[in-house]
């Protein structure tokens, strides 16, 4: 192959370009980004007296722990609280235990800072709070006392004397058997936080947070998917109780399968946003619920004569995020909830895939929402969820479009977007990932195609239709990878883009495209000769350059958003190939810019590949985490802007061209 890359711009890339989709799946949120590290701590949407009511935690030495709701929560948010029930006879330290999201990290040099809430009409002992392996090494522990016949927050700190070879550690709460004998203490609200990401308050897991926060991703779209949905109207996720103290945060029964405890909550995600530099997109509960995922029959919808509440709730939420601190009811609230300068938001998302439920969204749902939005807040774009598209009144400018496939899907789709009209709409392609090697069924089971984890094979066919986006990014204006993380040890959904337990990560195959496209981003894309058409498949590429100075090709610099994460790229141009073939391919280039003078190429392909082996469906696990890692070189290029390159099978590269 002989590719020219010209001077030519064919179109400006949005910044908002590449990001994530998130939801609280998979312990994406508790258990994963968000450190927290006692599961269930407060009880929150479970039944008492039901087993689940006690997930995460045990007695410890006899012991009787059950979940109650007979006497006074800690908050009228928090009605459940521990009952422990100590026997008579009792020799030696007794009490209970929470195992973590399986597993405590527990780790030397690491300040732990806890708190829980105690009370009981009887016991007026002390209490010891301590990290210890399961075998009853103490690694850190800090005792306190006093307390009573009305709630009482305890606090506490401590550090590690060592740190453990194993997550296989627990949180242990115990009491002296002598002076707790015969008597009953209630618990409630319990929490421990390992040190986190820029040491924010109810902050993020430091590894999670770097990991995504090091791909530099430009939206956050935020914060469902099926998990705004709710399996009921009145499971949804509702804003207004993900906000202010833990304490008044009820949580809820979550869409894939656990309590939510909503301690990432609205702030947090639009201080993450703000953290990572990324334009939030605001998913709004629009009306309709998931009873039954399998049974569209059984999804309830609110009728248009009873939607103005949950359209009032809406604005209201907007302008908690928008509103004037001084001047506005919920502007105020933030304010005192220490946020003063309102957050910038412009693209709300009206629902989730309502393609499901077409009807309601077209004749009401749509126009209902958008229509008091925009009377209220003029400058906000509305993104629509009906793909294929439904008429809708307003006219929708924006809609996300969401695919789960195979390989093949994604690098016969690399052109998708090549002929769509310009007309003034935009795509949002608002999820998306490699699911499956099964053309005809991209999301059944692993035994039937499904992948456990993002393999090369499907990474190659991602960044394929990647660049068809970047390509196209003048109709399209956004895209999210989705899901995004899976802890290891209870999951609903594969693969996802970062797999974890409580002290392992792995970053994946569509990890390294996700990063190697978003990090080396242009301003513009410039046309190629040939350019990349389904006859020059299975080589796929898209060439971009960034002129930040205005000036060519020369050295320029990456994004610098809200004053802040200057990213020093300093590329000319940039080239991104994906070779989705099973041999090497040569490309011999001719660059229309002779000034460039020096080349960096970041790739992923596999050693091990070879199409007699078949390792095109190797992954990254956290058992072996490094089978596929970028590699960089680095080249001159002596003569007046002609080279060849070879790019390996089943391989990603992005070329970044320079003068130095
Ligand atoms: O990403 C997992 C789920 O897939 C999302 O919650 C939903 O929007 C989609 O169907």
């Known amino acids: 192959l002989t590719l020219r890359i010209t001077k030519n711009v064919t179109t400006e890339i949005p910044p908002t370009l590449y990001g994530y989709m998130w939801e609280d799946i998979n312990h994406s949120g508790d258990g994963g980004l968000y450190a927290e590290l006692l599961q269930n701590r407060a009880f929150q949407a479970v039944l008492p007296g039901t087993q689940n009511a006690l997930a995460g935690w045990q007695p410890f030495q006899g012991a009787r722990i059950s979940v109650t709701s007979k006497t006074k929560g800690v908050s009228s948010s928090l009605p459940n609280s521990l009952e422990v029930q100590i026997p008579k006879v009792v020799q030696g330290p007794i009490g209970f235990e929470n195992t973590g999201y399986w597993g405590i990290k527990v780790q030397q040099g690491w300040t732990y800072k806890g708190s829980f809430y105690a009370k009981s009409t009887s016991f007026t002992g002390s209490v010891t709070v301590s990290l210890k392996s399961a075998s009853g090494t103490v690694f850190a522990s800090k005792t306190v006392s006093g307390v009573s016949k009305n709630w009482k927050k305890f606090t506490f700190e401590f550090q590690p004397d060592s740190s453990s070879p194993n997550d296989n550690n627990v949180f242990s709460v115990t009491l002296d058997g002598k002076s707790a004998a015969g008597k009953t203490i209630n618990f409630g609200m319990f929490s421990l936080f390992p040190p986190t990401f820029r040491g924010r308050e109810n902050g993020m897991r430091i590894d999670l947070a770097e990991a995504l926060a090091a791909t530099q991703p430009s939206i956050w779209r935020f914060p469902g998917g099926n998990n705004l949905e709710g399996i009921s109207f009145d499971t949804r996720w509702k804003w207004n109780e993900t906000i202010g103290p833990l304490e008044s945060r009820p949580g809820r029964v979550g869409d894939w399968g656990y309590s939510n405890t909503d301690g990432l909550g609205l702030m947090e995600y639009l201080n993450w946003a703000e953290d990572l530099g990324a334009e939030p997109i605001l998913g709004v509960w629009d009306g309709i619920s998931i009873a039954n995922y399998s049974d569209l029959s059984t999804w309830p919808i609110v009728p248009e004569d009873d939607l103005q509440p949950y359209i009032d709730d809406v604005l209201n939420e907007i302008e908690f995020i928008v509103g004037d601190a001084k001047s506005t009811k919920w502007g105020k609230v933030r304010a005192s909830l220490g946020r003063e300068e309102p957050y910038a938001l412009k693209f709300i998302e009206i629902g989730n895939e309502d393609q499901f439920q077409p009807a309601s969204y077209a004749t009401y749902r749509w126009k209902d929402f958008v229509t008091a939005i925009s009377a209220k807040f003029p400058h906000m774009e509305f993104i629509a969820t009906t793909l294929p598209s439904t008429a809708l009144d307003p006219p929708y400018l924006k809609i996300d479009f969401h695919m789960y496939n195979s390989p093949s899907w994604f690098t016969t789709n690399a052109f998708m977007f090549d002929n769509y009209p310009r007309n003034g709409t935009q795509f949002f392609v608002g999820e998306y990932a490699v699911t499956s090697t099964n053309d005809a069924n991209a ?132 080239m991104k190939v994906s070779n989705t073939g099973t041999t090497d391919l040569v490309a011999n280039f001719f660059l229309d810019f002779a000034t460039a003078n020096f080349a960096t190429a970041i790739s992923i392909s596999s050693p091990l590949l070879s199409p007699i082996s078949g390792q095109f469906n190797v992954s990254n696990t956290l058992e072996e985490p490094e089978q596929i890692i970028p590699v960089s070189t680095s080249f001159s290029i002596p003569n007046a802007g002609r080279f060849n390159y070879t790019f390996p099978a089943t391989s990603v590269t992005v070329l970044s061209l320079q003068s130095v």
């Open 443 to 574: 999301l059944g089971d692993l035994p039937s195609g499904r992948l456990a984890f993002p393999t090369l094979q499907g990474a190659a066919a991602e960044a394929a239709f990647m660049t068809g986006l970047e390509r196209n990014s003048d109709v399209v204006f956004a895209s999210a990878y989705a899901p995004s993380f899976q802890h290891i040890r209870n999951y609903q959904w594969t693969p996802d883009i970062i797999t974890y337990d409580a002290s392992r990560i792995v970053k994946s195959t569509s990890y390294y495209v996700q990063q190697m496209f978003s990090v080396n981003r242009g301003t513009h894309v410039l046309s190629t000769s040939p350019s990349s058409t389904a006859d020059s498949a299975p080589l796929y590429w898209v060439a971009s350059h960034h002129n930040e100075t205005g000036i060519v090709f020369i050295k320029v610099r990456g994004r610098a958003r809200n004053g802040k994460c200057p990213h020093a790229n300093s590329a000319a141009a940039a």
